[in-house]
């Protein structure tokens, strides 16, 4: 079984920014392509940013692109996603997700192992 846990969500003023990370266990995670998702109260999850196993290849939402980097270090068996210029519209509860194939992937469905998620307020 595979488990992911994010940590460092918070509250943060409109401009600032946050380091969120995941940690994952279970196998091997470095032949895995891994998510960062985000859902608002009321809203569906969307998704953010994805990687591929090697690290080599990421792809960003519109709404992230230039704001937001991934990345990942498998020997720690953790993702980060740095955000930065960070918008009223980012707050949500963050979600780590991971594959079962080395290839990133834009849709929840395509994800086989999800953490808790972790909070994100930005302020006005």
């Known amino acids: 079984q595979v488990q992911l846990v994010e940590s460092g969500g918070g509250l943060v003023q409109a401009g600032g920014s946050l380091r969120l990370s995941c940690a994952a266990s279970?196998?091997?995670?470095?032949?895995?392509?891994m998510g960062w998702f985000r859902q608002a109260p009321g809203k569906e999850r969307e998704f953010v940013v994805a990687?591929?196993?090697?690290?080599?290849?990421?792809y960003y939402a519109d709404s992230v692109k230039g704001r937001f980097t991934i990345s990942r270090d498998n020997a720690k068996n953790t993702v980060y996603l740095q955000m930065n210029s960070l918008k009223p519209a980012d707050t949500a509860v963050y979600y780590c997700a991971e594959r079962n194939t080395a290839r990133l992937a834009t849709r929840t469905y395509e994800y086989d192992y999800w953490g808790p998620g972790t909070q994100v307020t930005v302020s006005s």
């Open positions: 279970g196998r091997t995670f470095s032949s895995y392509a």
């Open positions: 990687i591929n196993w090697r690290g080599s290849i990421t």
